[in-house]
């Protein structure tokens, strides 16, 4: 099992974002949780932190898991379009979760064990059109030629952009902070580049008394937090935009020599393979 001093140097290799540092504390994930769910636990509710260090992303840290109330509690930040395969990686999360809660040696006992009942959420505030509210099942994932699946996992993605579930960010004001703080940002990159935008928008949210003590003592870490992340989801789009591209032109040129549409997808896909 992994100690607590291989934890903290494998965290050191990866990067809180904003919002694993705003609400990765269990004072601010008890009052999320509250909020998200529509419960009313008390501020002295126990609640342990379990968070993986590198189970879903590279380089950067969007989520933040909980028990509570014998709840397992796994929530994602998304500031990019919603990942469609996130109930299938919430699966592979969970396994490691549970791996990591319970003792190996206790999975070859004959009396069965107990765990806690898992909840998936993904909180939503990229920049494309998103419903309030959506559910993501991994039975969608299945080809079902053989009936009904035995297995089910559901994810429920809330949007938190500003002005979306006001009643649910009403009842956080760490979650309605974030969410002005965010939008101010996204304001401010209209006129201005990404570092100014995010010290503005600090400065602004800090002088109407929004996260003002959060913003007050971590300032310049949101700055370089914001910075990297925000960089990062743009090099990844326009590594994926030129992709896109780059795959359109061979199709187009392997169609000019002569080729049928089904041929041409063949030859890119046997290149795909052999790459």
Request: hydrophobic residues 40%; proline residues 2%; negative net charge.
């Amino acid at each position: 099992m992994q100690t607590n001093a291989d934890e903290t140097a494998t965290n050191r290799k990866y990067k809180n974002s904003v919002f694993t540092k705003l609400f990765g504390t269990p004072e601010k994930a008890l009052e999320l949780y509250n909020a998200i769910s529509g419960r009313n636990y008390p501020e002295n509710t126990k609640i342990k932190i379990v968070t993986l260090s590198d189970a879903l992303y590279m380089e950067q840290l969007n989520d933040i898991s909980f028990v509570i109330d014998d709840r397992l509690v796994v929530l994602i930040e998304h500031q990019s379009s919603i990942n469609e395969n996130m109930p299938l990686r919430m699966l592979i999360y969970i396994g490691r979760e549970y791996e990591r809660l319970t003792n190996r040696r206790d999975l070859y006992k004959e009396h069965k064990i107990k765990i806690p009942s898992p909840e998936f959420v993904v909180l939503y505030n990229g920049e494309k059109e998103m419903a309030d509210f959506t559910e993501m099942r991994l039975s969608d994932f299945f080809e079902l030629g053989q009936g009904v699946p035995n297995l089910e996992l559901v994810v429920k993605a809330y949007n938190i952009n500003k002005g979306k579930n006001a009643e649910m960010a009403a009842k956080s004001s760490a979650l309605s902070g974030y969410e002005e703080f965010i939008a101010a940002v996204r304001e401010n990159q209209q006129t201005m580049s990404l570092k100014d935008a995010v010290r503005v928008a600090i400065n602004s949210c800090v002088g109407r008394n929004i996260l003002v003590e959060f913003l007050t003592e971590h300032g310049s870490e949101v700055e370089n937090m914001v910075f990297h992340e925000w960089n990062m989801q743009e090099a990844l789009e326009v590594r994926f935009e030129e992709g896109v591209a780059t795959g359109v032109n061979k199709l187009l040129a392997l169609l000019e020599s002569g080729m049928s549409l089904t041929e041409a997808k063949e030859a890119l896909n046997l290149k795909k393979d052999s790459d």
